[in-house]
């Protein structure tokens, strides 16, 4: 056999070879592919719960949420405390709470999600009547700090308020407000409400209608001017209005409230007989009267430590009358 041929030979033995070991190397990449596909295929279609199981959980789910679910109250007229605001009511939410469990990767504990349900009828369904306190299956209680004078104590009373990490509901008249612009901007920037206390300290029932009406718009116009307030409540000074002062009130869009328990800060009694005063009368829902005075100024602390060891909430006048739920919403369940 010459060199040519051998040659000749060489290169068809090569090319076969080649051809051979591609199509090997073909053949265990399909099947390397074959067996990827198949394994995810079957991982597709094996769920982490049966149809059954998921079934099961979420009836379970529903029985529970009919046990734990809590009645919303709704706001109603007392013949003793006028208007007193509802309460939402508590329910398991379904759907949330099916896709949290299922989420977990197993089916026990239960992951329950509440969510609260408002009452059919609210302060504002109820008609032109004044407030006197808040529900009382709701445990939070607000100061209500009327301001007309008393300057000298606000500092002090706000460092108080500050450090016990309270927020109140400050009620001001309005020529106070036109005079002292700082000192009111001072009592907001530390979070605290603001609202109207009427312009010039009247008895709101001994005017007329215009000029109780114009007590409370001048106020109203200097709390939106100076403070950028949307105001919803106001104060009579001194307690003192009749149906006529709740009307005119109303028609500017506000509900007017009055208190639960008088500090009666302005007769100077000592900080141990107002302590003991709230002390004896505080109850859920109940609407703290107070004034920049030396009395309240050294009962503060008293008074909201009171409050706290009895478990109660303090909030705004606009938190305590709200129909929303003290924290934490969720009320004891599984």
């Known amino acids: 056999m010459n060199l040519r ?20 190397l073909g053949g265990i990449g399909d099947y390397v592919a074959s067996v990827k596909a198949n394994g995810a295929t079957k991982a597709a279609v094996k769920p982490l719960f049966s149809e059954q199981e998921l079934s ?4 379970t789910i529903a029985n529970e949420a009919e046990k734990q679910r809590i009645e919303p109250i709704n706001a109603q007229i007392d013949r003793v405390w006028k208007a007193i605001p509802g309460y939402n009511g508590v329910e398991v939410d379904i759907d949330k709470s ?8 197993t089916l026990s504990p239960i992951q329950f999600v509440y969510k609260e349900v408002n009452p059919e009828i609210s302060l504002r369904d109820l008609g032109k009547y004044p407030i006197f306190r808040g529900n009382p299956e709701k445990k939070m209680i607000a100061f ?116 639960t328990i008088d500090t009666i800060d302005w007769q100077k009694p000592s900080p141990d007989t107002i302590i003991r005063r709230i002390s004896s009368k505080l109850e859920p829902g109940s609407l703290i009267l107070m004034h920049p005075t030396a009395s309240s100024r050294d009962a503060l602390p008293g008074m909201i430590r009171i409050a706290k060891q009895k478990g109660y909430a303090i909030g705004t006048v606009s938190e305590l009358l709200s129909t929303d739920r003290v924290p934490p919403v969720v009320e004891p369940g599984p």
């Open 144 to 259: 209500m700090i009327n301001v007309a004078w008393g300057n000298e104590y606000i500092q002090p009373i706000l460092d108080t308020l500050e450090k016990e990490q309270v927020k109140a509901t400050f009620f001001l008249d309005g020529s106070w407000l036109k005079k002292y612009p700082d000192v009111a901007m001072q009592i907001q920037a530390k979070g605290h409400e603001m609202s109207n206390h009427a312009y010039s300290h009247p008895n709101m029932s001994e005017l007329g209608r215009q000029a109780a009406y114009t007590q409370i718009s001048k106020t109203e116009e200097l709390l939106k001017s100076t403070l950028a307030v949307d105001n919803k409540w106001f104060a009579p000074p001194s307690g003192d209005y009749n149906q006529m002062t709740i009307q005119v009130a109303a028609e500017q869009g506000l509900m007017t409230v009055l208190w």
């Open 5 to 24: 041929t051998k040659i000749g030979w060489i290169g068809v033995c090569m090319a076969a070879f080649i051809a051979a070991f591609s199509l090997n």
């Open 56 to 59: 099961e959980l979420r009836q």
């Open 98 to 105: 099916f896709e949290k469990t299922v989420a977990t990767g």
